[in-house]
T-cell receptor, first 114, second 115 residues
Framework: DVKVTQSSRYLVKRTGEKVFLECVQD?????MFWYRQDPGLGLRLIYF???????EKGDIPEGYSVSREKKERFSLILESASTNQTSMYLC?????????????FGQGTRLTVV | GNSVTQMEGPVTLSEEAFLTINCTYT??????LFWYVQYPGEGLQLLLK?????DKGSNKGFEATYRKETTSFHLEKGSVQVSDSAVYFC??????????????FGKGTHLIIQP
C-alpha cells in the first residue's frame, strides 16, 4: 500500500515562528501536493511539485514556501506563522501526470497558530 | 479552467435510505473523475474512480457513472449505514493545462446518517 506520512497530527505554534510541515511518501511518486482545508472552502492548493527541486504555485501560495530536495519528501514552510494560517494541512502524492493516477493523502496536520 | 461543483450539505439521511450526491464538472481536456471520502480527523482516501466516458466506478456499495453528455459524476448508494457518515469530495484530474491545475476538488459534501 502507498503510504503518505505527515510528521505531526497536531501542532501549536506562536505567531511569527517559522514552521516546517514534513511529508514523506514511500512509492516513488513523481508528484506531491500541499493543500489546506478550511470549513466551507474545501481543499485549496498551496503548492505542487512534479519533480525534485521543481515546484508550481497553487491557488494560495502567499505566506508559504516549499522544499523538495529528495523525491520522497516534500516540506511546507510557513516563513512567519500568523493566526490566519490556523488550518488543517493535507499532503498528497500521485504517481505521474497521467489523468488516471489518483492522489494518495496523508492523515493531515492540524496547525493552530496562537 | 477546470472546476467541480457538488452539493455542500450537510445531507442528513436515515439508515438504509438511498443516497445521491450530485457532482458536475467543467474541464478543458479529457479528465478522469474521482470520489474521495474523509472520515473525521483523517485525510482523504479514494472511494472510486472512472477514467473515461460511460465508465462506472464502484466500491463498498457506492457507484458513480462518468457521463460526458451531462458532465456529471453523481455518487449513489442503495442503502446507507451509520458508518458512511463522512465528508465526500468529487474531483477531477486533467493535466492538459498544467500540473498545478491538474487536480481539482469540489468543496465536499458532509453526509450524516442517523440510526
Amino acid at each position: 500500500d502507498v503510504k503518505v506520512t505527515q510528521s505531526s497530527r497536531y501542532l501549536v505554534k506562536r505567531t511569527g515562528e517559522k514552521v516546517f510541515l514534513e511529508c514523506v511518501q514511500d512509492m516513488d511518486h513523481e508528484n506531491m501536493f500541499w493543500y489546506r482545508q478550511d470549513p466551507g472552502l474545501g481543499l485549496r492548493l498551496i503548492y505542487f511539485s512534479y519533480d525534485v527541486k521543481m515546484k508550481e504555485k497553487g491557488d494560495i501560495p502567499e505566506g508559504y514556501s516549499v522544499s523538495r530536495e529528495k523525491k520522497e519528501r516534500f516540506s511546507l514552510i510557513l516563513e512567519s506563522a500568523s493566526t490566519n494560517q490556523t488550518s488543517m494541512y493535507l499532503c498528497a502524492s500521485s504517481l505521474t501526470l497521467d489523468t488516471w493516477a489518483e492522489a494518495f493523502f496523508g492523515q493531515g496536520t492540524r496547525l493552530t497558530v496562537v | 479552467g477546470n472546476s467541480v461543483t457538488q452539493m455542500e450539505g450537510p445531507v442528513t439521511l436515515s439508515e438504509e435510505a438511498f443516497l445521491t450526491i450530485n457532482c458536475t464538472y467543467t474541464a478543458t481536456g479529457y479528465p478522469s473523475l474521482f470520489w474521495y471520502v474523509q472520515y473525521p480527523g483523517e485525510g482523504l482516501q479514494l472511494l472510486l474512480k472512472a477514467t473515461k466516458a460511460d465508465d462506472k466506478g464502484s466500491n463498498k456499495g457506492f457507484e458513480a457513472t462518468y457521463r460526458k453528455e451531462t458532465t456529471s459524476f453523481h455518487l449513489e448508494k442503495g442503502s446507507v449505514q451509520v458508518s458512511d457518515s463522512a465528508v465526500y469530495f468529487c474531483a477531477l484530474s486533467d493535466y492538459s493545462g498544467g500540473g498545478a491545475d491538474g487536480l481539482t476538488f469540489g468543496k465536499g459534501t458532509h453526509l450524516i446518517i442517523q440510526p
